[in-house]
């Protein structure tokens, strides 16, 4: 019985609209009217500003965090139970009860997530993301082939059967969920950062 409430729970916590509270009641605006109508953290900043979409950031990844961390606060002492609860929250940002089933990508949300079970594994894996869209100056680009660089890296160096599960499951979420922006990426008209290698190289070889 209370783990059945910890999912529900965890699924509400995830479902919270961060982007669209912060939208609305602080900038009048709300992230789903333009950009890519999408309520996480890239079209925040897109449309809303760098400091709401900051505040976006930091609020998807806490549901991760905080979502995952139930079984410890209701004192279900099972590390294994953080990851596997996690997930309720990854589901309900995607598909927020709130929005009409609506919802994002849920990477910042599955960041969260990865915090609470283990911090170290957390700061690699934002290191790589920051790495990737620094190189790439794409969002989407930095998810898939993020997530993809930490399952490899969960199976062969963390050896930890259930984070390798969940990371393939997520895995093949993301590139689910992304598989819009894949359609773009080949079409060559997804939507970049204004900064990183490619911004660069891009805006460089407009000017020549």
């Given at each position: 019985?209370?783990?059945?409430?910890?999912?529900?729970?965890?699924?509400?916590?995830?479902?919270?609209?961060?982007?669209?509270?912060?939208?609305?009641?602080?900038?009048?605006?709300?992230?789903?009217?333009?950009?890519s109508h999408?309520?996480?953290t890239?079209?925040?900043?897109?449309?809303?500003?760098?400091?709401?979409g900051?505040?976006?950031?930091?609020?998807?990844?806490?549901?991760?965090?905080?979502a995952?961390?139930?079984?410890?606060?209701?004192?279900?002492?099972?590390?294994?139970?953080?990851?596997i609860?996690?997930?309720?929250?990854?589901?309900?940002?995607?598909?927020?009860?709130f929005?009409?089933?609506?919802?994002?990508?849920?990477?910042?949300?599955?960041?969260?997530?990865?915090?609470?079970?283990?911090?170290?594994?957390?700061?690699?894996?934002?290191?790589?993301?920051?790495?990737?869209?620094?190189?790439?100056?794409?969002?989407?680009?930095?998810?898939?082939?993020?997530i993809?660089?930490?399952?490899?890296?969960?199976?062969?160096?963390?050896?930890?059967?259930?984070?390798?599960?969940?990371?393939?499951?997520?895995?093949?979420?993301?590139?689910?969920?992304?598989?819009?922006?894949?359609?773009?990426?080949?079409?060559?008209?997804?939507?970049?950062?204004?900064?990183?290698?490619?911004?660069?190289?891009?805006?460089?070889s407009?000017?020549?």
């Amino acid at each position: 019985m209370k783990l059945g409430l910890i999912f529900i729970l965890a699924y509400l916590i995830g479902a919270f609209p961060s982007g669209v509270i912060i939208g609305r009641v602080f900038c009048h605006k709300d992230p789903r009217d333009a950009g890519s109508h999408n309520i996480g953290t890239t079209n925040s900043y897109r449309v809303l500003g760098p400091i709401a979409g900051t505040v976006v950031l930091c609020l998807d990844i806490l549901k991760g965090t905080l979502a995952a961390s139930l079984p410890i606060i209701f004192n279900l002492h099972s590390h294994s139970l953080i990851l596997i609860v996690g997930m309720a929250a990854v589901f309900g940002h995607a598909y927020s009860i709130f929005i009409k089933f609506k919802g994002g990508k849920a990477v910042a949300t599955s960041a969260g997530i990865l915090l609470a079970y283990n911090p170290p594994f957390f700061l690699i894996a934002s290191a790589i993301f920051v790495s990737l869209i620094l190189i790439t100056s794409m969002v989407s680009i930095a998810s898939m082939l993020g997530i993809t660089l930490v399952t490899i890296i969960a199976f062969t160096y963390y050896q930890d059967p259930l984070l390798e599960v969940i990371t393939v499951i997520v895995l093949l979420f993301f590139f689910y969920r992304h598989r819009e922006n894949i359609q773009r990426i080949r079409k060559g008209t997804e939507n970049l950062v204004p900064f990183g290698l490619y911004y660069w190289f891009k805006n460089k070889s407009k000017k020549d």
